[in-house]
């Protein structure tokens, strides 16, 4: 079965450190992988998504993500991380054109001035 | 371009109450999709449909719950009779070719 595991519930950074937000998913085929943003009271908003080809995928807000086959693993890094990042960010993986998705229970940022 | 839009964006209701949720996907989506959103269980699918036809509801958690898409333009969600535990956020999503799923602002309800 499908599953994804984001390790950290709670991350804590200082305004402009770098941000690495782990995400370890378990698929049986090629997965597709997600990662999306929520801010309170608000959707999720797609920041980047991988389907193939480059394993390092760039996404919007300066986020990029490395997809890497022999850990399982799929984190997110921004290199400076700016107060209005401080949302829920979820990672998410699905079969062919990422339909059946499963969401990690999330990864709430922090980012303190 | 408008984005999914859901109504209500909050819904206040009773124990035993029915409930509507509605959805309006992107135009041109052919693929769409109902979340449930609670602290305890996170983000979960409910039904998805292609082409409104539902594909696979095995997330739907009983049979209060049910969901329509009569049309390309159009979706409902329906809980009846409505129970305390059903309080979540209710996303919908859609998305073209099973592309990327874009989502909605959401509806919070609340069964009192």
């Known amino acids: 079965a499908q599953s994804v595991t984001q390790p950290d519930i709670h991350i804590t950074v200082s305004e402009g450190a770098s941000l690495e937000l782990r995400c370890n998913y378990s698929?049986?085929?090629?997965?597709?992988l997600f990662w999306y943003v929520q801010s309170p009271g608000q959707g999720l908003q797609l920041l980047l998504k991988?389907?193939?080809?480059?394993?390092l995928v760039q996404g919007i807000k300066g986020f990029e993500a490395e997809f890497k086959r022999s850990q399982s693993s799929f984190n997110l890094r921004k290199p400076s991380v700016h107060w209005s990042d401080a949302a829920e960010y979820f990672c998410?993986?699905?079969?062919?054109?990422?339909?059946?998705?499963?969401f990690g229970a999330g990864t709430i940022l922090r980012v303190k001035s | 371009d408008a984005g999914v839009i859901q109504s209500p964006r909050h819904e206040v209701t009773e124990m035993g109450q029915e409930v509507t949720l509605r959805c309006k996907p992107i135009?041109?989506?052919?693929?769409l999709f109902w979340y449930r959103q609670t602290m305890m269980r996170g983000l979960e699918l409910l039904i998805y449909?292609?082409?409104?036809?539902?594909?696979?509801d095995s997330g739907m958690p009983e049979d209060r719950f049910s969901a329509k898409m009569p049309n390309a333009s159009f979706s409902t969600l329906k809980i009846q009779p409505s129970e305390p535990r059903d309080s979540a956020v209710y996303f919908c999503?859609?998305?073209?070719?099973?592309?990327?799923?874009?989502f909605g602002p959401g509806t919070r309800l609340t069964v009192l």
């Open positions: 999503a859609s998305s073209f070719l099973e592309d990327t799923q874009y």
């Open positions: 698929y049986g085929a090629t997965p597709y």
């Open positions: 991988y389907f193939s080809g480059d394993t």
């Open positions: 998410a993986v699905g079969g062919r054109g990422g339909n059946k998705l499963v």
């Open positions: 135009s041109g989506h052919n693929s």
């Open positions: 449909f292609n082409n409104n036809v539902p594909i696979d």
